[in-house]
């Protein structure tokens, strides 16, 4: 069983950055892709953008692409979503979420087996 926390959320500028931070617990993250998505008030959840098992693959969604940067720390067993440029339109709750196994590059929800209980981030204008 893996338990991942986020942090990292709250209230920022238009242009302005955030790093959200998801730790896991009860296993290692090594063999794990992951994963962050979000929802706003009345959406569907949405994918952000994965990381592979190793770090070295990363996929964005295209409404990111360019402003986010997913990463991973396996020594802290950590994952990282450095958010840049934010607009309001980035407002939502965001979540980790986290997959077993080596292959592939997944986006939607039921890729995953394991979830935050997610943190807000609200992006004024």
């Known amino acids: 069983q893996v338990q991942l926390v986020e942090s990292g959320g709250g209230l920022v500028q238009a242009g302005g950055s955030l790093r959200l931070s998801c730790a896991a617990s009860g296993r290692t993250l090594s063999w794990y892709a992951m994963g962050w998505f979000r929802q706003a008030p009345g959406k569907e959840r949405e994918f952000v953008a994965t990381?592979?098992?190793?770090?070295?693959?990363?996929y964005y969604a295209a409404s990111v692409k360019g402003r986010f940067t997913i990463s991973r720390d396996s020594a802290k067993n950590t994952v990282f979503l450095q958010m840049n440029s934010l607009k309001p339109e980035d407002t939502a709750v965001y979540y980790c979420?986290?997959?077993?196994?080596?292959?592939?590059?997944?986006?939607?929800?039921?890729?995953?087996?394991?979830w935050g209980q997610g943190t807000q981030v609200t992006v004024s204008s």
């Open positions: 990381i592979n098992w190793s770090g070295g693959i990363t």
């Open positions: 979420a986290a997959r077993a196994g080596v292959g592939g590059i997944f986006t939607a929800p039921s890729d995953y087996n394991y």
